[in-house]
């Protein structure tokens, strides 16, 4: 095999190696991977423990929203039924959709990735251990007040997608709707920090010689819903955003009077909307091509096509968003795009299906609860994705929408996409981390009483929708829809059964454990069935086929003797291998962090800022927010401390670095992602500013001085100028560099105050038309790039005046440079656009 | 950078050409022209100009037969022609309105 890094192959020819380990260096690894204790299990950073609490978390809000659901369907089962009221029936069917599309689907896909992806490819942890775990308590402690809402009656009350003008201050008029917008925003966060995690995971942290064609299929669906996030979710936090500005400064951004557009949300919605059903939809699908080559002890039929068809349906779903606004009246030429690409994307969903069904042709299926609900799920998923097709033909969208119909295609999508895959992996997962294995008699009764139960609730559905009846009403009268419903209701309530005995079934069987477990039972290929600690495996293999564990009969013998890479801990530290990402070929050893309250603090008071600007307690809002600020500060400054080890002995006499810099690192990796999700947000600002210009061009004002727009300009180039030159001095005079630094950001804060004060001298009013509220969002959304980067430019200048900026280390004035540079580019392109639509141009 | 690009080069014409195609209709829209002539002839050079990039990065699909590198084309071949079929398939029906 050709050579991606100049790492010599025939270097794994060393493994396994031969001769006795010293015992010592187990026991050193056990210590430095230690179990928690006492209030250590909140600090707790270790992927087995976050990712556990992940999926309880995703799980318990699951259940939550399955209550709700259950509630609503008590409240349909008769006709004008009063059991519950109008506004507590929109409030339920508001927090159900929510809770189950950001608090349960989001998370829980995610934090299976965070709990089997380090096993799975044989690292030793996430590449960024805190990241985890912060995006798992600000999740957790967040949803958890969201939830809370309800009880109180101020949850949301319109809609999962919160269209606007309903959700307007004139017709939204309490808190309930704000509780939604900033609700999920720490959700957001959350989100995107896994993605960030997930990517640089997969792509840089793979077992030696596990080259992409090798990589597990849950591995490349991970990857993919991870840059999806990264793509898709910066338009839901935008809207999100300028929502909660309009209701909150009453800048006019959806409201058509003032020269805003209410469609201008369903773009930005639906741009992450639609997405995010595949976004869902793809790990769970990644889960199904694990275990169905399991369950059939067969390899996956076409793995080069399935994996095709996840990065295909990765791309054409954000061609769909339109798929769901046939109705605004959009002019036919447009439609047809969006509704061919509709019927489009079920083609790679569709060859995912046909490979799992050659997968258990080619096979002998050996029966057991994952197989029954892997299969179950191929029936409600395939039933779901033909309703979809019929609902991308515009001419049916027009009768359908807004019907029940609709409401049981999104659910056999989901359910069958989603909480079937989800709960055959539990099933198929638990006996790698539990004592004891989950029972077969019990989840086999929930087997059937849910896949029963899916199809009495939701089969019906489709006619009642055909019938007429209506979305999001909390009544009805007494006439052809009350059957239908009866039926629905009876099913909703034998799924509820069968997910009660899932939950007896966990708490019953399910115990904990990293190294005492019950084990590779279903006989499966892949390595995070290689016995395991805290430390994942003892020893990281090489990989030379896609399913090592049947190729390679002694692997698990040999890695648990430590024959293979990194027996010991290198370093005396917690640390992994940072590999290559086509061929995975070891670069250097990552030093990782161990538990820390820093992290957690930061979650605590990011979710405390978010939670206290909902109920108006400005002041201790801004307070939680320094507070997080500080946390994430201080949570740094532990990173790129001095180095005691250059290059270690990572087995077998091979030695690699323990640092590395620039486009190698692991860290350059996570801020280019993180500025992929900035431009993302930028652009999709960009779009609404053209999308909104072009409903009355007419209406928007005069030029401003041309000569301010050049210095501001001037100023952002020298800013960019300043930030690219950094790092280059840093070899030189690390202490210029940290000037430089410094330089760029007061060059970006000039820039940014002569623009707004230019702005503010030609009378710019947010409030009167939406030209001068995308003007202001444009000035809030660089405002914010230069404090942040204020706040590295002084970050810089306090590591370099406490000894910590040495030649041999910039990977710290690297990121900042990275950041200064994306956010003065972002200001380059910012004036232009604002002013540039001005000028009439 | 290259390598990511050939590999994924099938769906990355799919969205230049989807976009090219939106703005197009967008712009058709906006002018109140979306059933003159313009629209679609500028929506066929589009999609001609993207089928020929795909045909284009196909030509550029060589390499050995390592397992790596097999594994490689032939999921970008393969996004090629899922790409090629899909321009072709969202195009038509609006070349034909």
């Known amino acids: 095999m050709k050579s991606e890094t100049g790492f010599d192959h025939d270097l794994y020819k060393r493994f396994p190696t031969k001769g006795p380990r010293p015992e010592s260096e187990f026991d050193e690894l056990q210590r430095i991977w230690c179990k928690p204790k006492g209030l250590e299990y909140l600090t707790v950073v270790n992927n087995n423990y976050v990712g556990l609490y992940y999926v309880g978390g995703a799980f318990l809000f699951f259940l939550l929203a399955g209550v709700l659901a259950l509630i609503m369907r008590t409240q349909l089962a008769l006709p004008l039924n009063g059991f519950l009221d109008q506004e507590t029936y929109n409030q339920i069917f508001t927090m159900h959709g929510t809770v189950m599309m950001f608090l349960f689907a989001v998370p829980a896909v995610e934090a299976l990735g965070i709990l089997l992806l380090p096993q799975m490819l044989a690292a030793r942890d996430m590449p960024f251990p805190r990241l985890s775990a912060y995006a798992f308590w600000a999740y957790f402690l967040g949803g958890l007040a969201f939830f809370c809402s309800i009880f109180v009656g101020l949850a949301p009350n319109g809609g999962w997608f919160m269209y606007p003008p309903l959700t307007s201050m004139t017709y939204s008029p309490g808190i309930n709707a704000d509780f939604w917008l900033l609700g999920i925003g720490f959700i957001e966060i959350s989100a995107i920090a896994g993605a960030i995690e997930i990517i640089v995971g997969v792509l840089r942290t793979r077992a030696p010689g596990m080259s992409l064609d090798k990589l597990p299929i849950f591995a490349w669906s991970m990857l993919v819903f991870a840059v999806m996030i990264v793509i898709a979710f910066p338009s839901i936090i935008l809207a999100t955003l300028l929502l909660e500005l309009e209701r909150a400064l009453n800048w006019p951004f959806f409201d058509g009077l003032r020269g805003g557009d209410p469609l201008l949300w369903q773009h930005l919605f639906w741009f992450f909307g639609h997405p995010d059903v595949y976004i869902i939809f793809l790990p769970a699908a990644g889960m199904m091509s694990m275990i169905i080559p399991a369950i059939t002890r067969t390899p996956l039929v076409g793995h080069n096509f399935v994996v095709l068809a996840i990065l295909a349906t990765g791309f054409i779903s954000f061609g769909v968003w339109v798929h769901h606004m046939f109705t605004t009246g959009l002019p036919p030429l447009s439609t047809a795009f969006f509704s061919a690409a509709g019927m489009a994307v079920s083609v790679p969903a569709g060859l995912q299906v046909f490979a799992w069904i050659a997968t258990l042709a080619a096979g002998k299926i050996r029966w057991s609860v994952p197989a029954y609900f892997a299969i179950g799920s191929i029936v409600i998923f395939v039933m779901g994705g033909l309703t979809g097709v019929m609902l991308a033909l515009v001419p049916f969208d027009w009768v359908a929408h807004d019907t029940y119909f609709v409401v049981a295609h999104l659910h056999y999508v989901l359910i069958g996409g989603m909480v079937f895959p989800l709960i055959a992996a539990f099933y198929f997962w638990a006996p790698m981390m539990s004592k004891r294995r989950l029972s077969e008699r019990l989840g086999r009764w929930a087997f059937w009483l849910m896949f029963i139960g899916m199809h009495v609730t939701f089969l019906v559905m489709h006619w009642t929708g055909l019938m007429g009846m209506p979305r999001r009403v909390y009544t009805y009268p007494d006439s052809d829809w009350t059957l239908p419903n009866q039926i629905s209701t009876v099913g909703a309530f034998l799924i509820g059964l069968g997910v009660l005995l899932i939950v007896i079934d966990l708490v019953r069987n399910f115990r904990f454990s990293a190294t005492d477990t019950v084990g590779n039972i279903y006989d499966a290929g892949t390595l995070e069935w290689l016995p395991t600690g805290l430390y994942s495996s003892r020893s990281i293999p090489v990989v030379k086929s896609r399913y090592p564990l049947w190729d390679d009969p002694n692997l698990s013998r040999d890695v648990e003797e430590g024959r293979y890479f990194l027996p010991n801990s290198a370093t005396g530290e917690r640390e992994t291998i940072v590999t290559s990402p086509w061929n995975a070929e070891p670069q250097y050893l990552q030093r990782m962090p161990g538990p820390s309250w820093f992290h957690l603090g930061a979650a605590v008071f990011t979710a405390g800022f978010f939670l206290l600007l909902t109920v108006q307690l400005y002041w201790l809002s801004a307070a939680s927010g320094l507070l997080a600020i500080g946390c994430i500060l201080r949570w740094a400054w532990a990173n790129d401390l001095p180095i005691v080890h250059t290059a270690v002995d990572i087995g077998a006499g091979i030695k690699v670095a323990t640092y590395a810099h620039g486009p190698r690192s692991h860290g350059w990796w996570a801020m280019s992602v993180l500025l992929v999700v900035a431009g993302m947000i930028f652009l999709m600002l960009m779009f609404s500013y053209v999308f909104l210009w072009s409903r009355q061009p007419e209406l928007w004002p005069d030029a401003r001085p041309l000569a301010i727009l050049f210095t501001s300009l001037a100023l952002s180039a020298a800013s960019l100028a300043s930030a690219l030159i950094a790092p280059r001095l840093y070899a030189r005079a690390p202490w210029a560099a940290a000037l430089l630094a410094l330089l760029s950001a007061a060059l970006l804060t000039s820039a940014w105050f002569v623009d707004a004060l230019d702005w503010r001298a030609g009378g710019l009013d947010p409030e009167l038309h939406a030209h001068g509220a995308l003007v202001a969002a444009f000035l809030s959304w660089q405002g914010f790039f230069v404090v942040v980067a204020a706040l590295m430019g002084l970050y810089a200048i306090a590591r370099w005046k406490a000894g910590l900026l040495a030649r041999e280390r910039p990977a710290t004035i690297e990121s900042i440079s990275l950041f200064q540079a994306y956010a003065a580019g972002q200001a380059l392109v910012a004036l232009t656009i604002t002013r540039a639509f001005v000028l009439g141009v | ?97």
């Open chain 2, 1 to 97: 950078m290259r390598k990511w690009l050939l590999f994924l080069a099938g769906p990355l014409i799919w969205v230049i050409h989807f976009i090219a195609i939106y703005v197009i209709a967008s712009i058709a829209a906006l002018a109140h022209q979306t059933h003159d002539l313009w629209p679609r002839m500028a929506i066929g050079i589009v999609t001609a100009a993207a089928l020929i990039a795909f045909i284009a990065a196909l030509s550029l699909m060589r390499g050995d037969h390592e397992r790596l590198e097999v594994f490689k084309r032939n999921v970008a071949m393969g996004g090629v022609v899922l790409g090629f079929v899909a321009v072709i398939w969202q195009t038509l029906p609006a070349l034909a309105l």
